[in-house]
């Protein structure tokens, strides 16, 4: 077999695979790091074996068993240091030789939830928490997740090694919470899948308006945790948010990469599939909950542009409702200038802009590219175009994405081009 074929298949199987390994091997050593460790030892292995051996008729067991004979070799290793500390004086038990259970599905299925909520830990911060679960759930390597969010590749390897020490300085447990602290933990996993999905949909920095491998990979993530809590309403709201939102991939961005705005999109080429998936798990989040949060209400709102066949034909009055429940559950400025564009679609412009005037002096939209953006379209629409140019010049000054500065200036010189 040529090694070019042979690393494919390994890449392959890899990005299948590993969690579930590095989800058991957790559970056999309860040390992160030491699983993951063990895992990559695994990949090695067949990175050198498969090119002569070829690839194995059940790949997943082979990674597995391999992983499994690196897991007891290190904990006899372990146990013989033991008993050299013991024969030294310290009085340390001896312990029987390691015999590591075999694993069945349901044991898979226990790891995986165990290690999601270990990876999207509260006690980790964001950035930590998305690249560990990019790492050990999704299997990409230090390299893809340095290209996904343009930052180098030691400042994503720094990320990883220190969430993994503060795991293990802070011993979190490797559990499911349970009880009163299970809603907290799960809106930290739910977070995490949200961000790197955001990140995909709406690059913050770069050449690219999208990067679909993260809107994917945060799909799997999020079809995988509804799969491990099916009871849970908010995880499938967020699971149908994303499906309703990657509905759209395709018509957000010309032949050439340019950006193209909700209102502009040719909705022939929204994927359907994925709206009926969507729309299937936001019944399946209603029938779960009397009382929406704010995935659900989101996936609510993205709904309505999916079940509009043209932008003329969006439920406008229903959205804003939509929003001000979003508000009261979710309050933040954030929310405010979105409501504000929908206000302004379904009441006029005027309306709309009288929200955004207020939101003017929120600190936490002080350098935040929508705020004028959004401002300048309600401007423009109302006539005043050379505010609104303004406007768009300073959202172009304020975005870190090399398209969006592109389409917002291009927005500016319309609005030049419109004065009476």
């Not at 659900?296 to 959205?319: G, K, P, S």
């Not at 954030?334 to 929200?355: Q, Y």
């Amino acid at each position: 077999m040529q090694a070019t074929q042979a690393r494919r298949a390994v890449e392959a199987v890899w990005r299948i695979e590993s969690a579930r390994i590095v989800a058991t091997l957790v559970r056999w050593t309860r040390d992160v790091g030491l699983a993951e460790e063990l895992a990559q030892d695994a990949l090695v292995a067949a990175l050198e074996q498969w090119p002569e051996s070829g690839i194995p008729a059940n790949p997943g067991a082979w990674l597995q068993a391999v992983a499994k004979r690196r897991a007891v070799d290190e904990l006899r290793r372990r146990q013989r240091l033991e008993r050299k500390v013991d024969e030294l004086g310290r009085q340390l038990p001896t312990h029987a030789e390691p015999d590591l259970p075999d694993v069945d599905a349901a044991d898979i299925t226990d790891d995986l939830l165990r290690l999601v909520f270990t990876a999207c830990h509260p006690v980790l911060p964001a950035q930590a928490r998305v690249a560990l679960t990019l790492r050990l759930l999704g299997g990409l390597t230090t390299a893809e997740i340095a290209r996904a969010f343009l930052v180098s590749e030691a400042t994503v390897a720094q990320r990883i090694v220190r969430a993994k020490k503060t795991l293990a300085r802070k011993r979190v447990p490797l559990e499911v919470p349970g009880g009163h602290d299970l809603e907290p933990r799960l809106s930290s996993v739910l977070e995490v899948v949200y961000l790197i999905f955001n990140e995909g949909y709406a690059a913050t920095a770069g050449a690219d308006w999208m990067r679909p491998d993260l809107c994917a990979e945060a799909l799997r993530l999020g079809r995988m945790i509804a799969e491990l809590v099916p009871g849970e309403a908010e995880v499938h709201g967020l699971v149908a948010l994303l499906e309703l939102q990657a509905s759209r991939t395709r018509a957000r961005t010309t032949s050439d990469g340019q950006p193209v705005l909700l209102l502009d999109q040719d909705r022939a080429r929204w994927d359907r599939l994925l709206i009926r998936r969507g729309l299937a798990a936001l019944d399946r989040a209603l029938a779960l909950t009397s009382a929406p949060g704010p995935y659900v209400l989101q996936a609510a709102i993205a709904a309505c542009h999916a079940r509009a066949t043209t932008a003329a034909d969006t439920d406008w009055a229903r959205i804003a409702a939509l929003y001000g429940a979003l508000a009261v559950v979710r309050p933040s400025p954030v929310v405010e200038l979105n409501r504000a564009v929908v206000v302004g679609m379904a009441d006029g412009p005027a309306a709309g802009l009288e929200l955004v005037e207020r939101l003017a002096g929120e600190p936490a939209l002080a350098s935040y590219h929508l705020l004028p953006s959004v401002r300048g379209d309600l401007l423009a629409k109302l006539g005043r175009h050379d505010e609104a140019r303004d406007q768009f010049l300073l959202a172009a000054r304020l975005t870190r994405n090399e398209r969006e500065r592109e389409l917002l200036e291009n927005r500016a010189a319309t609005s030049r081009s419109e004065r009476p």
